[in-house]
């Protein structure tokens, strides 16, 4: 049987007998990644939809800078993220380097951009359809963007998927304020990078399809959620 | 004093003065000035590009004049709920229940939260969707979108409704209901400003006719009169050219 064989069957028996060291990375992985998600939504929605609605001088930079920081090199801003908590940075008091915080801190900003990028697009868009309507009826301009949030909030939930994507995969970032410590900060990614280099191959493919999983049921769940949902209310 | 703060002055009359609205140079409303009185419904009336839909949102406050007044008897404070309402050729209804749609309403014109649901209740029932209350707003039938359109301006108690041909896109039953409701609105005490292209609902639901030809008031008159000898050559033309019959 050759090596990428074996190394399947292997990595099928860690996951299917739920090696408590895999598990621990996995749910390391969601925690840091979906509470990253989370906190881009909170700061990344109402951001997005209220440069959509609203028109200020230098509007325009300001859409260009945020579609370019959807782009933003992980590594960069991992080392930013580095330099910021490390002993001697401003924030290095806080002792958060090489912790789980880190890396959350380092996952929101790369993706808030992603989540107020694109949710302006998308509410911009709909903002033509309901602007003369929410000013006819009263509404202002942070009521309009709450209420138009709320009201994509089927079209809302692939972008928060993109973010979680984004997260979930990226290795660079993390993997500079994290540290890949084992038990620690040894999340999905980094353990893959540091299993393959190592050469154990069963438990960096094994995560490698737990991985690829846990993303493509998410996106099947969203995308069923969607279709039900834009199906019943239009 | 206290009697003119617990009933406060009525919007109308809104008088303009001296009205333009310029896009690019060219004046799409042309020194318009006209008061409009409590009481009548007022239907405008123009050909393609006249000019209407834009003298109703400057009236409606949602575009402001490049030149010339637009001004309330009492000018709505901002901040505060509105007065006036309007119902758009193409109803943009929220991704929520028919009933959510005019609670929203409802809350925007800061309604008490005890009271909203029974208020659109009651809203619903006067444009006859009891029914379809709690279904999702959004597919609706064209009618029924706009009667839940009107059910949510009915809501909020307007002292003026303004309509943007509300019935230009729907089947003659469906206007026909949309005209019942214009109408028990109207009994009810609120001011119709309406633009149509119909000249047979004009005719039902007006009471004085405004003639816009490329952005300048040209005529105003009574239903009756415009109908029977309209003064300008421009609206003789219009109705002839309109008026198949």
Redesign the interface.
Known sequence: MSSLGRAALEALDLVAGADPKLAGIVLLSLRVSLTAVALSCVVGLPLGASIAVSRFAGRRGVVVVLNALMGLPTVVVGLAVYLLLSRAGPLGALGLLFTPAAMVIAQTILITPIVAALSRQVVEDAWE??R??L??????RF?AAI?LLW????SLVTIVLAGFGRAAAEVGAVIIVGGNIDGVTRVMTTAIALETSKGDLPLALGLGMILLTIVLLLNAAAYVVKETAQR??? | MTSAMRAPRSLLPLRLEDVVFAVGGRRVIDAVSLTLEAGSRTVIVGPNGAGKSVLL?LC?G?LQPTSGTIAWNAPELP?A??RQ??V?QRP?L???SALANIA??LA??RAPASQRKTRAREALHKVGLDALAAH????LSGGEQQRVALARAWA?NPEVLFLDEPTANLDPGATHEIERVVGAMHAAGTKIVMVTHNLGQARRLGDEILFLHQGRLLERASVDRFFRQPASAEAAQFLEGELPW
């Open positions: 359809e309901y003369e309507q000013r006819s009826l009263g509404e202002k009521g209420t009201d994509l909030r089927f019943r209310y239009g | 949102r409606h949602l901040g709920p509105r309402a309007m758009f943009v929220l991704r929520r929203y309403a925007v014109a999702p707003a959004r597919v909020l």
